[in-house]
Nanobody, 125 residues
Framework: VQLQASGGGLVQPGDSLRLSCAAS????????ASWFRQAPGKEREFVAA????????YYADSVKGRFTIFRDNAKNTVYLQMNSLKPEDTAVYYC???????????????????WGQGTLVTVSS
């Protein structure tokens, strides 16, 4: 599956933004999909995941209650709705997917074989 992330931009603190991860080549609903982010000088970190089949969702503590991951199977796309954005949310956001991801590795970058190219989110006043 090929993944194309989009939707990043420059926003002010408190604003909202929705990222999209469009898939091609395979049906994304059969994959578990996640968003990771990487701030300058930092390691890539887990943000949110939505699991295949039942669609269970998982979030990093830092975004819980502010971000929502969901999928539109008709559009073969996974989204990350980001509300109440903070300057510390500034990062390049990557989507990832894997047919065989295991739940114990939901937050591990090594658990995903397919990655999008990243989209930059900058939160600044």
């Amino acid at each position: 599956v090929q993944l194309q992330a989009s939707g990043g931009g420059l926003v002010q603190p408190g604003d909202s933004l929705r990222l999209s991860c469009a898939a091609s080549g395979r049906t994304l609903s059969t994959y578990s999909a996640s968003w990771f982010r990487q701030a300058p000088g930092k390691e890539r970190e887990f943000v949110a995941a939505i699991w295949r089949r039942q669609g269970s969702t998982y979030y990093a503590d830092s975004v819980k209650g502010r971000f929502t991951i969901f999928r539109d199977n008709a559009k073969n796309t996974v989204y990350l709705q980001m509300n109440s954005l903070k300057p510390e949310d500034t990062a390049v956001y990557y989507c990832a997917a894997d047919e065989h991801a295991i739940l114990s590795s939901v937050r591990d970058i090594r658990g995903y074989d397919n990655w999008g190219q990243g989209t930059l989110v900058t939160v600044s006043s």
